[in-house]
């Protein structure tokens, strides 16, 4: 159960503490995204979703009394540990930003946890980070980790569940060589083998290579109805689809969170026309909020972007209602403000939220993607199904 956020003598002294430090003063928030890199062309809009939230709680003066937000971006690279460690130390050390929104892919997600978050005591929730292997983490963790993204294992399900509906029975699959793909490829075959489907082959791809031409001969030697693609769009990816279309192997495919952006239009327009392919999103009240607040700043349905909302969101809220910026203290009411009971609180009225918590009110904040915490770093999470039709990406349903 939520606690409820009254002020005992003892809290209120804490509490209007913080609030006083905290009057007029500003607080930074990072925000280390793949801005180069194999999912570059995702990282903008995600961006532009967290920061959103962030401009919000600004105007609205109520984060501990009239706190301003400030971004600081950093890149991830998507790829490279080193590289992703060393600019989120940066963050934590010279930027001095309280709280993490981020990491993207998987594998610089647990690099930073590990490394800079874990040490430092610093919150971070992921948008993005969706490998299996990171529902462990709050074995580690010390409650800093949180994602408002599902976990790869249920992706898995939700792969198989359509291609089995479309009459897909027979695939092959090829996974980006890293955490992400491997434990989706992984996810994908059990769940498809046990709805008693066949994978012919479920082999890695390295990205940044400029042939891929070997990888295609074997997946057309193993055969199967559609060629699942488990990699990025601005790497591999493409280039084996590519391969795959210039050869004649396969004309349809399946792509699942990682390949889908505007960039797959602009790569391959008709050439992939009936591929089908999945990824976070809900066409909950929160969405549509979400859509009319961005108007046209940027694309408010590109995967990741309303998780990231919602994760700069869910940092903001738990702040207020510890009474503080520091980690240390809010990291404890991230799921309180996440979850249920409470007022239902959607895009647009983090200012009524911040102010609800400020009164000791219990808030259920619901978001952009109908937000629910199943446990840390664990996010329930709904799917938007996809078809290429017309050479657009276009929604068949949500699950």
């Known amino acids: 159960m939520k606690k409820l956020l009254m002020a005992t003598a003892a809290t209120a002294l804490v509490a209007g503490a913080a609030y006083a430090d905290g009057h007029g003063n500003e607080v930074k928030i990072g925000v280390i995204l793949g801005f180069t890199g194999p999912i570059e062309s995702l990282t903008p809009s995600m961006a532009d979703g967290a920061e959103l939230a962030m401009t919000e709680v600004t105007e609205s003066g109520m984060l501990l009394d009239g706190m301003k937000v400030t971004s600081v971006r950093a890149d991830s690279t998507c790829i490279d540990a080193g590289a992703a460690t060393a600019a989120a130390e940066r963050l934590v050390t010279s930027d001095g930003v309280k709280a993490i929104m981020g990491a993207d892919c998987s594998g610089v997600t647990s690099a930073i946890l590990q490394n800079v978050a874990v040490p430092n005591g610093v ?10 292997g990171l529902s462990h983490a709050d074995n580690e963790d010390n409650g800093l980790f949180f994602r408002t993204a599902p976990s790869d294992a249920r992706q898995g399900v939700v792969m198989t569940d359509v291609l089995i509906e479309e009459g897909i029975t027979e695939v092959a699959v090829t996974y980006t060589n890293n955490d992400y793909g491997k434990g989706l490829a992984d996810s994908f075959e059990a769940a498809f ?42 790497q591999g990816g493409s ?10 192997a396969f004309d349809t495919f399946h792509f699942p969170d990682g390949m889908i952006s505007a960039q797959l239009e602009e790569n391959f327009g008709d050439e992939i026309e009936g591929s089908t392919g999945q990824h976070p999103g809900t066409d909950s009240p929160g969405a549509a909020a979400f859509s009319e607040m961005v108007g046209g700043a940027f694309d408010p349905t590109s995967p990741f972007t309303p998780e990231s909302y919602d994760a700069a969101a869910l940092i903001m809220l738990a702040m207020q209602a510890a009474g503080s910026t520091e980690s240390g203290d809010f990291k404890d009411h991230v799921m309180d403000v996440a979850n249920a009971p409470g007022t239902e609180i959607f895009p647009g009225q983090l200012g009524m939220a911040l ?8 808030i259920d904040y619901v978001g952009a993607t109908a937000v629910e915490l199943i446990g840390p770093g664990e996010s329930a999470g709904n799917y938007r199904q996809i078809v290429i039709e017309g050479g657009k990406i276009t929604t068949a349903k949500f699950r």
């Open 123 to 132: 919150v971070m929730i992921s948008p993005s980070a969706t490998s299996p």
């Open 355 to 362: 102010e609800m918590i400020k009164n000791g009110e219990e």
């Open 193 to 234: 083998e046990a709805a008693g489907g066949t994978v012919t082959i479920n082999t890695a791809h390295e990205d940044g290579k400029a042939d891929y031409s070997a990888e295609i001969g074997a997946l057309a030697a193993a055969g199967g109805q559609r060629l699942v693609v488990a990699g990025y769009v601005d």
């Open 239 to 248: 280039g084996i689809i590519r391969a795959a279309l210039d050869s004649g």
